[in-house]
């Protein structure tokens, strides 16, 4: 039998999605963490109030993710994620700079509906995406462990919010969580699908 020789550089794409993917669920878990902190306590709204919204806003996201997440396939997951990522990160950058209409509700709920429905697809392209990674023969346990890794990184995210809370206010918070969209987006163009194919043909081959 043929040995296969792994390109040491191979797999580099693999690990580039999988990191990325982390790092907005990152941004999510930071970002889950505050919206309590700032909308009850800081703008001063009843708990039930910010749990009905966030009620609707995920059924909202939810329905528009069922209706037009087939789009994302037949557009292109990759490009519809770059949008996608783009687009929650200027979302994040404007919450940031635009703190003096916080306290207007309807902006603020506003803002936090448009962040639901990108969230929802990012959410969905990256799911397809890692399921797109997984090897047929162990397509379960590695599915299983990026989604495992997933809620690991967004725990860790609403972890690191009290130590940033000593350093920095919530509005430079949400720069932090556009900050690692903007590494995302930088990570993104180095998948490469169609060598990771090849690569995988390649040991299947040596193993046949």
Request: charged share 10%; hydrophobic share 55%.
């Amino acid at each position: 039998m043929a040995r296969y020789r792994r390109d040491p550089s191979a797999g580099t794409y693999f690990a580039h999605e999988s990191f990325a993917g982390w790092l907005q669920r990152a941004a999510a878990g930071i970002l889950v963490s505050i919206s309590p902190a700032i909308t009850v306590q800081q703008l001063g709204w009843a708990q039930t109030e910010f749990a009905n919204w966030i009620a609707v806003t995920g059924i909202i996201a939810s329905v528009v993710g069922i209706a037009f997440g087939a789009m994302a396939d037949r557009a292109g997951l990759v490009k519809v994620l770059f949008i996608f990522i783009l687009l929650r990160m200027v979302g994040f950058v404007v919450f940031a700079y635009t703190e003096e209409y916080w306290p207007n509700d309807e902006y603020f709920k506003a803002m936090m509906l448009a962040e639901g429905i990108m969230s929802q697809f990012v959410t969905i392209t990256v799911i397809a995406l890692f399921m797109r990674l997984c090897l047929p023969q162990v397509a379960a346990t590695q599915f299983a462990v990026y989604m495992a890794l997933a809620n690991l990184t967004r725990s860790i995210g609403s972890g690191v919010v009290v130590p940033l809370g000593g350093l920095i206010d919530y509005s430079q918070m949400f720069l932090v969580m556009a900050g690692l969209h903007v590494v995302f987006l930088l990570l993104l163009p180095l998948l490469n699908f169609e060598k990771h194919e090849r690569d995988n043909a390649k040991l299947f081959a040596s193993l046949g």
